[in-house]
């Protein structure tokens, strides 16, 4: 299985971003996606997760700016990131999990101005 993680990129404080991350194949057998972000020197943390019955969950700092979504027709999970702030700057890493494995894509850069 491959992911390939998109849409990052430089934007100032207040404004939007959309991640996405393409699966090679069916998302449909994944029982968990989840989006995790790093900054250097510093754990990787999660972002954002929805299970296979679409239930959500969110680290507190992103609660009511972040949506997580699952496309299944496309195979992919996005990040619709608003009001976004200095301190959301990081690799955004996409996740997958079924019942035998777990991927990892590659990061996508989040670069927020002040």
């Known amino acids: 299985v491959q992911l390939q993680a998109s849409g990052g990129g430089l934007v100032q404080a207040g404004g939007s971003l959309r991640l996405s991350c393409a699966v090679s194949?069916?998302?449909?057998?994944?029982?968990?996606m989840a989006w995790y972000r790093q900054v250097p020197g510093k754990q990787r943390e999660l972002v954002a997760g929805?299970?296979?019955?679409?239930?959500?969950t969110y680290a507190e700092a992103v609660k009511g700016r972040f949506t997580i979504s699952r496309d299944t027709a496309k195979n992919a999970v996005r990040l619709q990131m608003n009001s976004l702030k200095p301190e959301d700057t990081a690799a955004y890493y996409c996740?997958?999990?079924?019942?035998?494995?777990?991927?990892w894509g590659q990061g996508t850069q989040v670069t927020v101005s002040s």
């Open positions: 996740y997958v999990r079924d019942s035998t494995a777990e991927r």
């Open positions: 194949r069916s998302i449909a057998s994944f029982n968990y």
């Open positions: 929805i299970a296979i019955v679409g239930t959500t």
